[in-house]
C-alpha cells in the first residue's frame, strides 16, 4: 500500500519536543544546576539526578548538504543522533553518558570543526545573509564573519574574556542584525543615484516616499516621466528607498562602508538592555578579509579584556570608565558625529504613516 503523507502545516514551527534527546524531554524544566567542565561543553543536572553534557561547535551558517551530512552522521555515530541548531549558527550535540563527550570532541575537531563559543568566549559572530537571499545588502555580512572569526578563533575556543562576547554584523542599514557588544553594519556615506527611466516602471513611489524616515523624497516628473527627487541636504543615506525602488542605487565599491558600534545588550540581569554607541566610522569595505574593521574589533576586544571587571558586559565596562577614556583605550577619535542621544527625534523622525509630498 502506498505511504500515507501526513498533511503539511503550511505555517508554525513544529513541535519542538520530537526533536528533543530523551534525557531533555524527560527533565523539561526541572534542572537543578548546570555546569561548564571545560570550554565548548556544558554539563546540566537535573533534580532527579539525570545528567546531560552539551557540545557545542561552530559552523559557517550557510550550509552545504556536504557539511550538514558530515555533521548529522557525527551526531549519528557519537551523539545519540540528537542535534541542534543554536541563533548564532552553532550546533550542538547532546550526550547522556560522560564518556561519549571525548569522542565526539574528537570527532569534530578531525572534521575541522572548532569546539568552543560557551561562558566569558566571544560567540560566534552573528550575521544576516547578504547576497545569498536578500535584494538590498551593501555587503556580503557572511564574507566579514568569515574573514573575522579566522582571526578570533581562539577568542571562540577559550574562556579568555570578562564576560560574554557577542559580535553581530548586518549587511544594510535598516533591517535585520546590529544590537551586539560590538555591531559591525554597513554605513552608506551618499544619497541614491536614480535612474529616472526605469522609476516609472519599477517602482510605486507612494511607497517609496512613505519608506524614508526624514521625509526626503518627492515626486517628479524628470524627462517627461514620473520619477522621484531627492532633498539631498534631508538625505541621511540609510539606504531605505532602495528595497521598494532598486533604481534608487545606493550601494557604492568607494561610499558603501562600515561602521562599529559597541554596548549594545538585550540582557536585563543586572542593568537595563543598553542600545548601542557608534565609536568606528568611515571603515574601508575592503574584501576578502576585511582588515581595518577587523584590526578595531581586535583592538576593542583587548582594551576590554585588560581593563573590564570579571563579569562586566562591554556596556557595562564603559559605562564604569566613561567614553572619553573608552576612546583614549582603544585609540579611535572622538568626533561630533558620534554625538546623538536620539533628543528631538520625534520632531526629525518620520513616525507617522502619513504620505508626505
Ligand atoms: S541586514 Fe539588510 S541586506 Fe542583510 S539580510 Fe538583513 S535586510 Fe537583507
Ligand atoms: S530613504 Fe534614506 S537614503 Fe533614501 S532618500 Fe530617505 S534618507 Fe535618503
Known amino acids: 500500500m502506498a505511504q500515507q503523507h ?27 544546576y548546570h555546569e561548564h567542565p571545560r570550554p565548548g561543553v556544558l554539563l546540566h543536572v537535573a533534580h532527579g539526578g539525570d545528567k546531560i553534557w552539551t557540545v557545542k561547535a561552530g559552523t559557517q551558517r550557510i550550509l552545504d548538504v556536504f557539511t550538514l551530512r558530515k555533521l548529522c552522521d557525527i551526531g549519528d555515530k557519537y551523539a545519540d543522533g540528537y542535534v541542534r541548531f543554536t541563533i548564532r549558527s552553532n550546533i550542538e550535540y547532546m550526550v547522556a ?4 563527550v571525548e569522542p565526539l570532541i574528537n570527532a569534530l575537531e578531525g572534521e575541522g570543526f572548532v569546539v568552543g563559543g560557551t561562558k566569558n568566549s566571544v560567540a560566534m559572530i552573528s550575521h544576516t545573509q547578504g547576497w545569498l537571499h536578500c535584494d538590498i545588502p551593501g555587503t556580503d555580512a557572511s564574507g566579514v564573519v568569515k574573514a573575522m572569526m579566522d582571526e578570533l578563533i581562539d577568542e571562540f575556543r577559550g574562556n ?27 554605513q552608506h556615506t551618499k544619497p541614491p543615484k536614480i535612474n529616472h527611466d526605469l522609476v516609472a516602471n519599477v517602482c510605486e513611489r507612494p511607497s517609496v516616499v512613505a519608506r524614508c524616515p526624514v521625509a526626503a523624497i518627492r515626486p517628479a516628473i524628470v524627462n517627461g516621466k514620473p520619477s522621484l527627487e531627492v532633498d539631498e541636504k534631508k538625505c541621511i543615506c540609510c539606504g531605505a528607498c532602495f ?22 545588550n538585550h540582557s536585563n540581569a543586572r542593568g537595563k538592555p ?3 554607541k557608534l565609536v568606528a566610522a568611515g571603515i574601508p569595505n575592503n574584501p576578502p578579509r576585511w582588515p581595518e574593521a577587523t584590526a578595531i574589533v581586535k583592538r576593542i576586544l583587548e582594551a576590554y579584556r585588560e581593563g573590564a571587571r570579571d563579569w562586566e558586559r562591554i556596556n557595562e565596562w564603559i559605562e564604569r570608565i566613561g567614553w572619553p577614556r573608552f576612546f583614549e583605550e582603544v585609540e579611535l577619535p572622538f568626533t561630533k558625529y558620534h554625538i546623538d542621544n536620539w533628543r528631538g527625534a520625534r520632531a526629525s523622525l518620520n513616525a507617522s504613516t502619513h504620505i508626505r509630498f
Open 243 to 264: 528595497p521598494p525602488c532598486p533604481p534608487m542605487q545606493i550601494n557604492d565599491a568607494e561610499h558603501s562602508k562600515l561602521a562599529i558600534w559597541v554596548g549594545g
Open 160 to 186: 579568555n574574556m570578562p564576560n560574554r562576547v557577542h559580535i553581530t554584523t548586518s549587511c544594510c542599514q535598516i533591517n535585520c542584525g546590529g544590537q551586539g557588544d560590538i555591531a559591525i553594519n554597513v
Open 274 to 276: 543598553t542600545f548601542q
Open 97 to 100: 553518558d560522560e564518556a561519549q
Open 6 to 32: 501526513r498533511t503539511p502545516i503550511e505555517s508554525g514551527a513544529p513541535d519542538g519536543f520530537q526533536y528533543m534527546h530523551p534525557v531533555m524531554r524527560k527533565n523539561f524544566g526541572m534542572w537543578k
